[in-house]
């Protein structure tokens, strides 16, 4: 039904900083909870954000305190701001609904964190 599409990805250096952005096509998703999602080389995926309808956002350990998930209800806009980034973030960043759905995820956008 919905496939989404991120961006903003790319190779940066310790401590820097990404904007990553997040869309879709096929149907509305702003009245859903979304979430951010990563997976690293040789892991499983793993959540990084998510947000709530409301606005409610939780982090994991991993990235609490640098990372911020926020929507843009203009645009159905979901956006992951990373902050002092490390090499350990380094992995294929995707957004999908806060409940996600196996059919939804996209191809999502590299990270790569590098010194």
């Known amino acids: 039904q919905v496939q989404f599409v991120e961006s903003g990805g790319g190779l940066v250096q310790p401590g820097g900083s990404l904007r990553l952005s997040c869309g879709a096509s096929?149907?509305?998703?702003?009245?859903?909870?979304m979430g951010w999602y990563r997976q690293a080389p040789g892991k499983q995926r793993e959540s990084v954000a998510t947000i709530t309808v409301g606005g409610s956002t939780n982090y994991a350990d991993s990235v609490k305190g640098r990372f911020t998930i926020s929507r843009n209800s203009a645009n159905n806009w979901v956006y992951l701001q990373m902050n002092s980034l490390k090499p350990e973030d380094t992995a294929v960043y995707y957004c999908n609904y806060r409940l996600y759905r196996d059919d939804s995820w996209g191809q999502g956008t590299q990270v790569t964190v590098s010194s």
């Open positions: 096929g149907s509305i998703f702003s009245i859903y909870g």
